[in-house]
């Protein structure tokens, strides 16, 4: 999953950034209003952490031009401003939940989780597929009750994959849901960690489609 940091104060940004990415998501960072609505609108985001106070365009015009031009993808607000009216903009402009600084990074990691699973359809941070068991939140894999070790990046593509249940994910969405900007995106390295997965798992839930990329559903009964 791939996360837009927005935060202009470089310290808090970092922690942020760093929480995230401990957490298991490819993180992108934006420091002022402008460059964060570029990337918003132009990069794939899962989610995005969005401060209000930023430079060149605060926080609530950018989330505006957001939903305007038709990006839906979940905003988490986080500022210092903590009248009811503040939120109240931030809300009407689109936002989906609102943090007041201070916080606990684990509350900014849990709250762009449930934000994440939400907008996918699911309730519980626990996404089963037939034998596979698969708790987003603990980033922890079990199969008829056994648990599967995986990489970092392994967990990455199938969380991915688990959260569009059902539904074909090409090579290309894949990769830019997967990796940040910093990355080398090499698409080859995919069919590579898909193939460790299946190893791994050793259960038929994990479908190529020819020509379409993936799919992860549950094992047919025949």
Known sequence: MR???V???PQLSLRVE???EMAGFAVDVAFDGEEAWFLGDTEPYDAVVLDLGLPRLDGVSVLRRWRESGRIMPV??????SRWTEKAQAFDAGADDYLTKPFEM???VYRIRALIRRAAGHASPEIVCGPLRIDTGAARVWVDGQQVVLTAQEFRILSYLAHRMGRAV???ELVEHVYDRDDDRDSNVIDVLIGRIRKKLKVEVLHTLRGQGWRLEPPSDG
């Open 7 to 9: 935060e202009d104060e």
């Open 3 to 5: 996360v837009l940091v």
């Open 170 to 172: 090409g090579r290309s």
């Open 106 to 108: 684990d509350e900014v």
């Open 18 to 20: 760093q929480a995230l």
């Open 76 to 81: 988490l607000v986080l500022t210092a401003r």
